[in-house]
């Protein structure tokens, strides 16, 4: 493809505030389960009954963070409830960072990250679950690609959320030592999900999540869940070549949607992760105006391009799209960057050739991932 395909999405729902982030945190008609895993025990919020052999929506927040604020104010917004009337939802919190979680007795050894993408099989047997679409952010988004290389026959889809797939290096392990000197954790978590740029500007929501990190989650679980990102090992996935390694690379064999704002800290680490992936798979989503959460600050448009992401996938055909506008200033046969991702991943899925595509873009002649941005 020679030019980035371009969208005009509008969003108009106002920005997470103190007014309506108690809301935004609610969860509304759900089951909480605590799961006993060889890994120890996970707090899993269920939403929805399963709908038949359908996989279920399985969301992993970042550090810092829990289900609800990672994720319900985007699971509350009014265009996700077409998308959850088709689909149960499967929160997981990782062990100790749920509202309400007593602290871990003096000498836990808590999880690696690898033993947390463990427990995830144990969650969908006790809930007599089959498989899972994921929605991941930062270490969540980690987990869920390593359970997906684990377990490829339990995850059908993942949208990954500003993931890193590297292991942390060195320079980023003394900047984290020289940083735990001088700042406390809340500090460096919103460093960990903030840009500069949005540190200055997004106020009301920067302090919303200062005061959840620092009244709502445990701090010494958190530090534990911090220490265990950090030690993370590489991903080590590859970019297979057609002829070449197609047959040996380790990558992800689900479709995948990655979602960074470009305002975001992770840009970088997910332009990476996007290079080591199938591109016949693979869909890089780059939000403007838009910073760490972009599931927070522009859940319109994330729920846009998670609809065609399910649609691709053989799910929802009739799901209606309140909010795409296809942008004026190119040619006819240019379309959305949204409607790419349905295109990609259903002629990846499905195996139907060019049906589905929009004309003028030639998917099998694509030297890399279909990179999109709205």
């Known amino acids: 493809m020679d030019e980035l395909q371009d969208v005009q999405l509008t969003e108009i729902k106002p920005l997470l505030n103190d007014k309506n982030a108690a809301r935004n945190f609610q969860d509304f008609d759900c089951q909480e389960h605590d799961i ?26 970042d550090i810092g963070l829990n289900h609800k604020s990672c ?166 996935i590859e970019r297979p070549v057609l002829g070449v390694n197609d047959n040996t690379a380790k990558t992800l064999k689900c479709p995948a949607l990655l979602v960074v704002g470009d305002n975001s800290p992770a840009v970088e680490a997910v332009v990476e992760c996007n290079s080591r992936l199938d591109p016949t798979k693979t869909t890089l989503l780059k939000m403007a105006d838009c910073g760490g959460l972009p599931q927070v600050v522009q859940p319109g448009k994330l729920t846009e391009a998670f609809k065609y992401f399910v649609q691709g996938m053989g799910y929802m055909p009739a799901a209606t799209m309140t909010r795409l506008m296809r942008s004026r200033t190119h040619s006819s046969s240019s379309l959305g960057s949204v409607e790419s991702v349905r295109s990609r991943s259903h002629t990846s899925n499905h195996g139907e050739g060019s049906a589905g595509t929009p004309e003028g873009i030639d998917l099998h002649d694509a030297p890399q991932t279909m990179e999109v941005s709205c």
């Open 71 to 236: 994720f319900n104010a985007f699971f509350n917004f009014e265009d996700m409830q077409e998308i959850t009337h088709h689909f149960a939802v499967c929160h997981v919190d990782a062990p100790g960072q749920q509202e309400g979680a007593p602290p871990f007795p003096s000498g836990y050894q808590y999880p690696s990250m690898d033993e947390l993408a463990e427990m995830l099989p144990a969650v969908l047997t006790h809930l007599n679950l089959k498989s899972f679409i994921g929605i991941g952010l930062g270490a969540g988004a980690y987990v869920l690609s390593r359970c997906a290389l684990s377990h490829p026959d339990l995850v059908e889809g993942l949208v990954l959320i500003n993931v890193d797939p590297c292991a942390k290096g060195w320079i980023d392990w003394a900047a984290s030592k020289f940083s735990g000197w001088t700042t406390n954790v809340v500090d460096i978590v919103l460093a960990h999900h903030f840009g500069h740029e949005e540190l200055q500007a997004n106020l009301d929501l920067i302090q919303t999540y200062r005061l959840h990190i620092a009244q709502d989650i445990n701090q010494d679980n958190l530090q534990l869940f911090l220490t265990s990102y950090n030690s993370r090992k590489d991903l080590e």
């Open 36 to 61: 006993e895993t060889a890994f120890g025990v996970v707090h899993v919020t269920m939403r929805g009954t399963p709908k038949g052999n359908r996989p279920v929506i399985l969301t992993y927040h």
